[in-house]
């Protein structure tokens, strides 16, 4: 992971202590069961991308620079569920998932932090950041052949977030992000269940591609900041922190 900020920063607009307007939130489709939106005082920040893009350091840095400025914060992501999130982890160690079971196991784990964790945390007034949201998992469920009505109506419980960015990084650079990080390819981060290849480079290439493609049309229907995640990680963190600035003054509707 890369080193958080050390060095002092001068004082700016941007390190002044917002107090959040409320946000009018709403979900996509059907929602939860007795919950009520306009109760939903805190804020929902998503950080998408693939591995290798950033998101986890862009978050840890968000995280420090929002509580510094004096806002509690709550983190989510993916596989943490306290309900599924092992037994996910263990299915998936046998490769033998189907598309379906595999979508239906990420779909329960979302469900379970978004009833107790994402929601109570924006009831009493928290800063959410979640480490990918509903788009990774839509756009996989699409790059394995799922109908994408189906996906639309799983995700309608999904909360309509405050702000999303997705960090942009090309094929090329998360392979050597990866290996440099890992020293090897992830087999489902490269799509080795879609038979793209036998090569697992070339079939971590077309896949990510693929996602990418995948992504520029979820951008187009959804409305989220895309960010180019080949520059620096202070540059991309100045761009996160303006925009969620102009998201907590209420200058930037959803």
Same mark, same amino acid.
């Given at each position: 992971?890369?080193?958080?900020?050390?060095?002092?920063?001068?004082?700016?607009?941007?390190?002044? =202590?917002?107090?959040?307007?409320?946000?009018?939130?709403?979900?996509?489709?059907? /929602?939860?069961?007795?919950?009520?939106? @306009?109760?939903?005082? /805190?804020?929902?920040?998503?950080?998408?991308?693939?591995? !290798?893009?950033?998101?986890?350091?862009?978050?840890?840095?968000?995280? @420090?620079?929002?509580? !510094?400025? !004096?806002?509690?914060?709550?983190?989510?992501?993916?596989?943490?569920?306290?309900?599924?999130?092992?037994?996910?982890?263990?299915?998936?160690?046998?490769?033998? $998932?189907?598309?379906?079971?595999?979508?239906?196991?990420?779909?329960?784990?979302?469900? @379970?932090? &978004?009833?107790?964790?994402?929601?109570?945390?924006?009831?009493?007034?928290?800063?959410?950041?979640?480490?990918?949201?509903?788009?990774? $998992?839509?756009?996989? *469920?699409?790059?394995?052949?799922?109908?994408?009505?189906?996906?639309?109506?799983?995700?309608?419980?999904?909360?309509?977030? @405050?702000?999303?960015?997705?960090?942009?990084?090309?094929? +090329?650079? &998360? =392979?050597?992000?990866?290996?440099?990080?890992?020293?090897? $390819?992830?087999?489902?981060?490269?799509?080795?269940?879609?038979?793209?290849?036998?090569?697992?480079?070339?079939?971590?290439?077309?896949?990510?591609?693929?996602?990418?493609?995948?992504?520029?049309?979820?951008?187009?229907?959804?409305?989220?900041?895309?960010? *180019?995640?080949?520059?620096?990680?202070?540059?991309?963190?100045?761009?996160?922190? +303006?925009? =969620?600035?102009? =998201?907590?003054?209420?200058?930037?509707?959803?």
């Amino acid at each position: 992971m890369e080193k958080r900020f050390r060095h002092r920063r001068p004082r700016s607009r941007l390190s002044r =202590v917002i107090v959040p307007r409320l946000s009018q939130h709403r979900f996509y489709g059907h /929602g939860l069961p007795g919950v009520d939106p @306009d109760k939903l005082v /805190g804020k929902l920040i998503v950080v998408e991308g693939a591995d !290798g893009s950033g998101r986890s350091t862009q978050i840890v840095q968000l995280v @420090d620079w929002l509580e !510094g400025s !004096g806002h509690a914060t709550v983190q989510v992501g993916l596989k943490r569920s306290t309900l599924v999130s092992e037994e996910l982890e263990q299915a998936k160690q046998g490769n033998i $998932l189907s598309h379906r079971t595999l979508s239906l196991f990420y779909a329960t784990d979302f469900a @379970d932090q &978004l009833e107790n964790t994402i929601l109570p945390a924006m009831k009493a007034g928290r800063m959410v950041l979640a480490d990918r949201y509903i788009y990774t $998992l839509m756009a996989r *469920d699409m790059a394995r052949g799922i109908d994408a009505a189906w996906i639309k109506n799983i995700y309608g419980i999904a909360l309509v977030p @405050d702000v999303v960015f997705y960090l942009s990084v090309t094929a +090329e650079t &998360l =392979v050597e992000r990866n290996i440099s990080k890992n020293a090897k $390819l992830d087999y489902w981060e490269s799509g080795m269940d879609l038979g793209l290849s036998r090569d697992i480079f070339e079939s971590f290439m077309k896949y990510q591609s693929q996602i990418q493609t995948i992504f520029r049309k979820l951008q187009r229907t959804y409305k989220f900041s895309t960010l *180019d995640g080949e520059r620096s990680v202070a540059q991309v963190q100045k761009e996160m922190r +303006e925009k =969620v600035s102009r =998201v907590l003054s209420g200058s930037q509707p959803v």
